[in-house]
T-cell receptor
Framework: DADVTQTPRNRITKTGKRIMLECSQTKGHDRMYWYRQDPGLGLRLIYYSFDVKDINKGEISDGYSVSRQAQAKFSLSLESAIPNQTALYFC??????????????FGEGSRLTVL | QKEVEQNSGPLSVPEGAIASLNCTYSDRVSQSFFWYRQYSGKSPELIMS????GDKEDGRFTAQLNKASQYVSLLIRDSQPSDSATYLCAAPRGSASKIIFGSGTRLSIRP
C-alpha cells in the first residue's frame, strides 16, 4: 500500500459543486501539504499543516479550505468549484531534517475537472 | 520576482551528454534546496538535496549551490533516455519552512 494515499484519483464535477479531496498517510509525519499542478506552472502550495492545530495558507489558498482531522489525515475542500480549479492536486508529507522541512513524499495525485 | 525560478525548457540533450539544469531563488534565508524529478503522469520524487555551498555528487547527478548568487543547479552526466522528465527545483520559504517549487524544466534526452 502507498504511504500517502489520495482519494479520489479522478473526479469530474460541475461548477458550483462542493468537492473534498482526501489524503491519508502512514509515514508518521507531522507535516502535510496540498499542492496543485497546472501545465507550465510547477507545483503551487495551497495549504500546509505542521500539526493538527497548526494550519497555514500557502501561495494560492483563495477558494480552498482544509481540515486536519488527525495527524494522518488532511483534507482539501473546494466549497464552490469553478472551472479554473481544474488541475492535478497533490498531497505531500514531510518530517524535520536539519531543523527545516525535509524530503516531501507525494501521493499519486487527484485529477479534478470542473465543467 | 518569483521565489524560485527555472527555465521551462524544453531542454534537449543528446544521449551520453551532460544535462545542466538551473534554478535561482529569492529568499536569502533558505538553507536547503531540493531537486525533484517528475515523469509524465506521475508524482514528483526527490533525487537530490543540498544544504552547503559547493557541489554534492550522487552517482550521475551533481547538485551545485552558490548561496551568494542565490543559484542552485543540477548536472546529469552520461544522460540516458530514462532521464527524460520534468525537473523541479524547490526551497523552503523563510522560517516557516513551507516548500516552494519552481515551474519545472522539461528535459528530453534524444537517442
Amino acid at each position: 500500500d502507498a504511504d500517502v494515499t489520495q482519494t479520489p484519483r479522478n473526479r469530474i464535477t460541475k461548477t458550483g459543486k462542493r468537492i473534498m479531496l482526501e489524503c491519508s498517510q502512514t509515514k508518521g509525519h507531522d507535516r502535510m501539504y496540498w499542492y496543485r499542478q497546472d501545465p507550465g506552472l510547477g507545483l503551487r502550495l495551497i495549504y500546509y499543516s505542521f500539526d493538527v492545530k497548526d494550519i497555514n495558507k500557502g501561495e494560492i489558498s483563495d477558494g480552498y479550505s482544509v481540515s486536519r482531522q488527525a495527524q494522518a489525515k488532511f483534507s482539501l475542500s473546494l466549497e464552490s468549484a469553478i472551472p479554473n480549479q481544474t488541475a492535478l492536486y497533490f498531497c505531500a508529507t514531510s518530517d524535520w531534517d536539519r531543523g527545516e522541512t525535509g524530503e516531501l513524499f507525494f501521493g499519486e495525485g487527484s485529477r479534478l475537472t470542473v465543467l | 520576482q518569483k521565489e524560485v525560478e527555472q527555465n521551462s525548457g524544453p531542454l534537449s540533450v543528446p544521449e551520453g551528454a551532460i544535462a545542466s539544469l538551473n534554478c535561482t531563488y529569492s529568499d536569502r534565508v533558505s538553507q536547503s534546496f531540493f531537486w525533484y524529478r517528475q515523469y509524465s503522469g506521475k508524482s514528483p520524487e526527490l533525487i537530490m538535496s543540498i544544504y552547503s555551498n559547493g557541489d554534492k555528487e550522487d552517482g550521475r547527478f551533481t547538485a551545485q549551490l552558490n548561496k551568494a548568487s542565490q543559484y542552485v543547479s543540477l548536472l546529469i552526466r552520461d544522460s540516458q533516455p530514462s532521464d527524460s522528465a520534468t525537473y523541479l527545483c524547490a526551497a523552503p520559504r523563510g522560517s516557516a519552512s513551507k516548500i516552494i517549487f519552481g515551474s519545472g524544466t522539461r528535459l528530453s534526452i534524444r537517442p
